[in-house]
């Protein structure tokens, strides 16, 4: 006899830990430091406040990791605790709004990975805003039934008013394998957050990120789904929410992003429904067409993108500046758009020189929702856009020092996978990055060709100048004029050729 049984979540994510990152003992180092520092960010930025991050990392024998992340950022309720640590699939932000955290799964991940490997609980000390005791809890997981189990709590006063909170975890892993890789993912992290203050100690790892700006980009609202990406299972939950009387048209215009009482009936109408009728009377073959309908009319506005945090170009090219010391940089912010509903904006930037590594081709940095993606680069779309860019056409010619900065936001990035790190392919997506690369690349050659002349100015003055003693000389001896006011004529003569042909003289880089 065949037996059958139900596979908790948590039994789920144990058995296939992979599939979230958790594929090795290096990358799980990196996996949790991630999950951690996600979450210490988004309980900052999220809420208005500006991240302090701190990462410690500290090996201890049988090659146990310690990894310890502390912020002062919202904090979380004691009530909460055991429930956002311990449960997969918990997790506040199951709303329509950018975070770094989607899944309630991360931290999770993480705990469950301790477990299995050291079977050690997790360490959690937080306290919420204007609080008056700060709790500490163990937490460990009931990997069958899916709920936390809380082996420790403690209540402190909380005196100093401190708000934020530490988390810490022991996992077996591989720490010098993983090493490069947490520093390069704290780098970017940066990088994409220059008004953080972050700042990771470990066994070779010392990075000290001190905030460049104070101007953190505006804190997203809560939005609502758009219509055009309803499915049944959405329209069924929603109209069994929906009041009694409710016609179509009022809960048209209460549950969806953007719909107003005059677009919802000329989609009544366009759809064939009456704008007037109970919507709680739908049958369910009714509720199917409407679904099909909603995704398929067009004239539903686009998506608001007030659920969407963009960097913004001055704070996503200081950034990089930054980061990568470059000669040149410039960045720019997309247009919201959307796909199947969900509103995105896309930002590029484009950065040349200076300290950027010499390489064959464009060095990418891609970022999603301000995460580093730092894995499966060549499956992601901007990947894919930047090797059709014939680099040329803006006078860059590789080996070269060039980097390419994708900043994909949305309320739905399309990822390849629970572990967050390759975009899918889709195509509006695709569009709004290639023309974000190409106005950026843009700039790059206008300033590439700016350096051009200037190094065409430069070899022309010193070959000139090589033969003004000479030709002063010359005709100081032929005319009997003096040597000196020759030479100093034939010099502002050069002056006035270089400056003709549009460069500064003796300026620039
Ligand atoms: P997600 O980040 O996708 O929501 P996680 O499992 O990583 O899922 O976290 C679950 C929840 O725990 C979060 O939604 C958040 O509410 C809470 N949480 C986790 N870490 C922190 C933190 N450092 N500060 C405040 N809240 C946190
Ligand atoms: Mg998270």
Known sequence: MERFRQLSPSEFFYRNREIAGFSNPARAVYQTIRELVENALDAAETHGLLPEVRLNVELEADGKVRIRVEDEGVGISPLEMPNAFGRVLYGSKYVLRQSRGVFGLGVKMAVLYAQLTTGQPVKVRSSVRRASFVYEAEIAIDVERNLPIVKRLEVERNESRWHGTVVELVIRGDWSQARGRVEEYIKRTAMIAPYANIFAYGPQLLLEFNRSSTKLPPTPAVGKPHPRGVDVELLRKLIEEANKNSTLEEFLTENFDGVGPITARKFCEWAGFDANKKVRSLTIDEIETLAVKMQAFEGW?????????????????????????????????????????????????????????????????????????????????????????????????????????????????????????????????????????????????????????????????????????????????????????????????????????????????
């Open 301 to 509: 506005r686009r998506p608001k993108p007030s659920t969407l945090s963009p960097l913004g170009e001055e704070l996503l090219a200081k950034g990089v500046k930054e980061v990568l010391k470059p000669d040149f940089v410039t960045a720019v912010s997309r247009p919201p758009s959307s796909y199947a509903g969900h509103p995105f904006i896309v930002e590029v930037a484009v950065a040349y020189g200076g300290g950027i590594p010499l390489s064959e081709e464009p060095l990418l940095y891609r970022f999603a929702n301000r995460i580093p993606l730092l894995y499966d680069e060549g499956v992601d779309v901007s990947m894919k856009v930047v090797k059709r860019i014939d680099w040329s056409v803006y006078k860059v010619k590789f080996p070269s020092q060039l980097a390419v900065v994708t900043h994909v936001c949305s309320t739905k990035v399309p990822f390849k996978g629970v572990g967050k790190e390759a975009v899918a392919d889709v195509p509006e997506l695709e569009s709004e990055i290639e023309a974000g690369i190409r106005e950026c690349s843009r700039r790059l050659r206008s300033y590439l060709s700016r350096m051009e002349k200037l190094m065409e100015a430069r070899k022309w003055e010193i070959t000139v100048s090589k033969y003004v003693d000479e030709v002063a000389s010359s005709l100081s001896y032929v005319s009997g004029e003096d040597k000196e006011l020759l030479r100093s004529k034939l010099l502002e003569f050069i002056k006035a050729k270089i400056s003709e042909r549009g460069v500064p003289y003796a300026k620039g880089r």
